[in-house]
């Protein structure tokens, strides 16, 4: 049941920013990390998800990013993708802000992306910085090295202790405080700086709406909390948004 509040925001909107997190993913079949069978109880990411231990450990880095690599690759955007591209296309301004490396937003055909935390698609040299497709990487010795200068190559995602990509977090600051809606949907909203996100776009006036399977830290601050599914509850939203310009 979607509130009469949030269907006349919607109708009226000129600007929507969407922040995403590992929930929207969860009924595509990628793994959340702190749900009761999420990553982070199997594995400890300061073994996994940091710099150095990366190059103290490469093979296991490695070995875990090809296995995700492979399940992220065999898996589809689910409805709560699908719909957010469709609102794309119905409002003047509209951005995705993902902390999701899955690169299923743009698999389902959203265009204005903002990926705080990179792209497991992407790969590139820690010496050159030289980029490198995921064909070759997979068809590759265990761990890649660098066609140019020989040093170790790596997935262009975020690990902990890492800045995130300036441009990307400027252009999201900007989404967020320039937003009239302001969705925020799986996401524990509990990893800095990403998380504050929701809390700038309230800060400068946005209506902000939770969409969660439980209720979060944001649920106090949120306009409005949605309890349920993403893929359920997005594709409901988009007869309210405005009809696509002709
Ligand atoms: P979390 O695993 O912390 O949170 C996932 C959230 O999604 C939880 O609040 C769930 O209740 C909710 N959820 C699960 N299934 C859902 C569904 N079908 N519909 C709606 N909500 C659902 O994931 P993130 O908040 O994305 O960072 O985690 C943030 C960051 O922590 C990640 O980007 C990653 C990790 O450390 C880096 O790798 C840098
Ligand atoms: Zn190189």
Redesign the pocket.
């Known amino acids: 049941m979607i509130s009469s509040r949030l269907i006349s925001k919607l109708r009226t909107a000129e600007s929507v920013a969407v922040f995403t ?4 993913s ?2 595509s079949g990628v793994p ?4 009761s069978d ?1 990553i ?1 109880k199997k594995f400890k ?1 300061e073994e996994l ?1 940091n710099f150095d231990s990366f190059m103290r450990n490469p093979e296991l880095v490695w070995e875990w990013y090809k296995h995700r690599k492979t399940i992220i690759a065999s898996i589809q955007p689910n409805p ?1 993708h699908t719909a957010l591209a469709e609102m794309e296309q119905r409002f003047r301004r509209f951005a995705v802000i993902t ?3 899955d690169n299923l937003h743009r698999r389902a055909g959203s265009k204005t992306v903002y990926e705080l ?1 990179g792209n497991i698609e992407r790969n590139y040299c820690t010496g050159c910085g030289k980029f490198f497709a995921d064909a070759g990487i997979m068809a590759g010795p265990e761990v890649p090295r660098c066609t140019s200068c020989g040093s170790i190559i790596r997935p262009d ?4 202790g890492e800045l995130l990509p300036a441009v990307v977090w400027d252009k999201s600051v900007k989404a967020a405080e320039g937003a009239g809606i302001f969705l925020s ?7 800095y700086p ?1 998380a504050s996100l929701p809390l700038i776009a309230k800060r400068a006036g946005a209506y902000v709406v939770e ?4 209720r ?1 830290d944001l649920s106090d601050t949120a306009d409005e909390v949605i309890l ?4 359920e509850i997005l594709p409901q939203l988009v007869p309210y948004c405005p009809q696509k310009p002709a």
């Open positions: 997190g590992a929930g929207i969860a009924e959340t990390f702190r749900g999420g982070w990411p998800a709560g902390q999701n490396i935390h995602v975020v690990w902990f949907i799986g996401t524990s909203g509990v990893v990403a969409i969660n399977l439980e979060t349920g599914r993403s893929g």
